[in-house]
């Protein structure tokens, strides 16, 4: 896998993303990590706009934690 964090502010400031979507959908902190690295791992391989990463991977983590748990992308991200 890539390094995801280029610096130790940029961790921090997903850190702080992911804490907030673990308090907002509910899922323990361990199962919110690793959905939106694998989320921020996919935008980082084409983004040419650094700024935007944290905004989309936080939302779409946050729409694959809403899905129901028999979601097929959910538990292959869990599994």
């Given at each position: 896998m890539p390094k995801?964090?280029?610096n130790p502010d940029l961790e921090a400031l997903h850190l702080k993303a992911m804490q907030a979507l673990a308090?907002?959908?509910g899922h323990e902190i361990t199962l919110v990590?690793?959905?939106y690295e694998v989320e921020l791992a996919r935008l980082q391989t084409g983004a040419h706009l650094k700024e935007y990463v944290v905004l989309l991977s936080s939302r779409r983590a946050r729409e694959s934690l809403s899905k129901p748990v028999h979601s097929k992308r959910l538990q292959?991200?869990?599994a």
């Open positions: 995801l964090y280029d308090i907002e959908t990590k690793q959905v292959a991200v869990t």
